[in-house]
T-cell receptor
Framework: DAGVIQSPRHEVTEMGQEVTLRCKPISGHDYLFWYRQTMMRGLELLIYFNNNVPIDDSGMPEDRFSAKMPNASFSTLKIQPSEPRDSAVYFC????????????FGQGTRLTVV | AQSVAQPEDQVNVAEGNPLTVKCTYSVSGNPYLFWYVQYPNRGLQFLLKYITGDNLVKGSYGFEAEFNKSQTSFHLKKPSALVSDSALYFCAVRDRGSTLGRLYFGRGTQLTVWP
């Protein structure tokens, strides 16, 4: 398996623009997580899905952020409109069912909003 | 509420010396515990986990971690550090009794191993 695949790897956009980050989880994994990493806040869980259903989105910073998982092999995280404070590395991760299972992370998308 | 604390932002050690990266946790029930490593410009990679049984868990790249229930700790160790071990290390916990899949991560500890 190729692992968790995220695209793009890097994204530079202007403030106010819409940004869409994409993730393909590992086949057979039931959980999908979106994290954001910054120097100030460390690693933050934004939202996670179980069997394509959002379970906990309490970490989503505000209404500008939205996430979808239309099927088991694809998820998106959208920011509209983007702001400079959204600049961060965004990670997608997936895991099998079961609380004892480890999560596998993608390589991340480095987002810069200017 | 679940939480993880990594009390040291940075750990420096000479190559060949033993290393320890500390982690303490708080969960309402019993924990599942994990260590991850992050190299520059990469995602997190799983190192090892504690589920049950032997308190000493062995993982990838010669790392091991010891679960101590009374001290609610899960420190990462390696007998002999390598320069290539230099990276950011994250401890994570999941409540065994929780039906939810959420992992709680610490803030990370930057390990630097100098030659």
């Amino acid at each position: 398996d190729a692992g968790v695949i995220q695209s793009p790897r890097h994204e530079v956009t202007e403030m106010g623009q819409e940004v869409t980050l994409r993730c393909k989880p590992i086949s057979g994994h039931d959980y999908l997580f979106w994290y954001r990493q910054t120097m100030m806040r460390g690693l933050e869980l934004l939202i996670y899905f179980n069997n394509n259903v959002p379970i906990d989105d309490s970490g989503m910073p505000e209404d500008r952020f939205s996430a979808k998982m239309p099927n088991a092999s694809f998820s998106t995280l959208k920011i509209q409109p983007s702001e400079p404070r959204d600049s961060a590395v965004y990670f997608c991760a997936s895991s099998r069912d079961g609380p004892y299972t480890e999560a596998f992370f993608g390589q991340g998308t480095r987002l810069t909003v200017v | 509420a679940q939480s993880v604390a990594q009390p040291e932002d940075q750990v420096n050690v000479a190559e060949g010396n033993p290393l320890t990266v500390k982690c303490t946790y708080s969960v309402s029930g019993n924990p599942y515990l994990f260590w991850y490593v992050q190299y520059p410009n990469r995602g997190l990679q799983f190192l090892l986990k504690y589920i049950t049984g032997d308190n000493l868990v062995k993982g990838s790249y010669g790392f091991e971690a010891e679960f101590n229930k009374s001290q609610t700790s899960f420190h990462l160790k390696k007998p002999s550090a390598l320069v290539s071990d230099s990276a950011l290390y994250f401890c994570a916990v999941r409540d065994r009794g929780s039906t939810l899949g959420r992992l709680y991560f610490g803030r990370g500890t930057q390990l630097t191993v100098w030659p």
